[in-house]
């Protein structure tokens, strides 16, 4: 599989550890909630903050990234740790909610990115993107036992599908990678964002 | 691995195709049952039609089959599509069963076949055809926090494992490969039928 | 990737087997209280006795264990039958906590030996280690719908990631590795036989 060094040296890096942080802190708090203890912290944070992104490298055929690199791991038990030592009111549900969706735009992005640069088709790799967003989410909810972000009916797959689908479309018609990888994360934070603060949702199914 | 290609290339593609497009109409309409969005339907329908073929790929140690081959993303698509469009009443969940049930044994067989081409010994073979016809089934009811498949009394995995047991039994005995596929088919349906028609089960465990 | 044969030749194969056999049991006990078929009672054994293990190979990029290994697959499927076959009081849950105890730590350092024979650092070796003896227990919780072993509060992910903790860190620091091995699943098993013994728990959060 032909590595395309050159797309994924462009994707920041630190916009890849700022999600797998904010994701990290989503399943620490998860646990808060269930009032864990310290070790079980540690497991969600690492479970959401890398599960996305563990499930595409699986499915792309890439080395599970966090196997070789100590950042993520230490992101993620840093944020287990500031979520176990600070009061909880710090972590405002609102608060997060936004630090989650620069997240999850990103971590679209990158993921699509990523896959591209594995030589996955266009639409797979729009698809990894959303796997990269939303899959740590869904894992630390199967294994906190809560209902899944998968089922509620607000805006979240959806601006995850948004800007992964804008930055790899803007891709294949050749604009440059900076350049659609921004389109991409802007126009997914911003349907996010509407929909926190609108509380919009998509249309549901009545049969 | 050595790759038996005669093996794969003598199983029908197009019922590896209808086998993911019924397991992708099933997640569908678990999305429909819980009245989510059309974005909720693709995911279902996706994790629901791929999921035992990926996990299959993952354990032998093959591509995962959907990331080079556009034809089963877009199968599981259209199919979210499909059922979003219509009314519910089209889809009576007995009729879906004798899909189901088409789709459980000819997956199982080409699951088993699929992981004997990579190598994969009897035992473990059959399982995988188990893996590949179930796994799909169980991601979604874990996904949509139903009760799963494996806990309802009804035959079900066993239709599985007597499909891709008895493919994998007469291999073993020389039988040419389509005629041991067509009668692991066959005999799997046969007794998912006899299931679904007489509300067969096996006996359960009485302490 | 360099694989580092010795550390795994001097880990006694015996006691991987019988962690998959205790794991396996308890996959298959599961089953039992659900009142499931002798199929689903492999089903369970298999997810159970192997989930963690496979989990393991899966994130550090090895063949799945038990896909050219019979003996796994054998000992799985052999304790479903002995579950089936005899009288649930034979099981007694205090009984199988003990055994689950040895598994568990013997499987943390088995797991975390593994992970750094195939390369991997030894914090996330580490945390292979806990992968391993846990994931399979997760894995029977969340298909038989109870509540994860992951959110009681009694002593269990720390027993293993003392063991695997103490084993890396030893190895670190140039022991040798059949007492590392030795002293980390010692420390595990008794810190979790003091948590059966005493209903040790870690400390919880109180926001």
């Known amino acids: 599989m032909?590595?395309?060094?050159?797309?994924?040296?462009?994707?920041?890096?630190?916009?890849?550890?700022?999600?797998?942080?904010?994701?990290?802190?989503?399943?620490?708090?998860?646990?808060?909630?269930?009032?864990?203890?310290?070790?079980?912290?540690?497991?969600?944070?690492?479970?959401?903050?890398?599960?996305?992104?563990?499930?595409?490298?699986?499915?792309?055929?890439?080395?599970?990234?966090?196997?070789?690199?100590?950042?993520?791991?230490?992101?993620?038990?840093?944020?287990?740790?500031?979520?176990?030592?600070?009061?909880?009111?710090?972590?405002?549900?609102?608060?997060?909610?936004?630090?989650?969706?620069?997240?999850?735009?990103?971590?679209?992005?990158?993921?699509?990115?990523?896959?591209?640069?594995?030589?996955?088709?266009?639409l797979q790799a729009a698809m990894m993107g959303v796997v990269t967003g939303c899959c740590g989410g869904i894992i630390r909810d199967v294994l906190a036992g809560e209902p899944s972000i998968l089922l509620r009916p607000e805006i979240y797959v959806t601006a995850a599908a948004l800007a992964a689908g804008l930055f790899v479309g803007l891709t294949l018609l050749g604009v440059a990678l900076p350049v659609a990888a921004g389109v991409g994360a802007v126009a997914g934070f911003a349907l996010r964002a509407v929909a926190i603060a609108r509380g919009l949702g998509l249309p549901t199914y009545r049969g």
Do not use: H
């Open 2 to 122: 032909p590595i395309d060094a050159p797309i994924l040296a462009q994707t920041p890096e630190w916009l890849d550890l700022a999600g797998i942080a904010v994701f990290a802190a989503s399943g620490a708090l998860a646990a808060a909630r269930a009032q864990q203890t310290l070790v079980t912290f540690a497991f969600f944070a690492v479970a959401t903050g890398t599960g996305g992104g563990t499930l595409r490298d699986l499915l792309i055929g890439a080395p599970v990234f966090w196997m070789q690199d100590n950042r993520a791991l230490a992101a993620c038990l840093l944020m287990a740790l500031a979520v176990w030592l600070t009061p909880v009111r710090w972590w405002r549900p609102r608060a997060l909610d936004w630090f989650d969706a620069v997240g999850l735009a990103a971590y679209a992005v990158y993921g699509a990115s990523k896959a591209l640069a594995f030589g996955v088709p266009p």
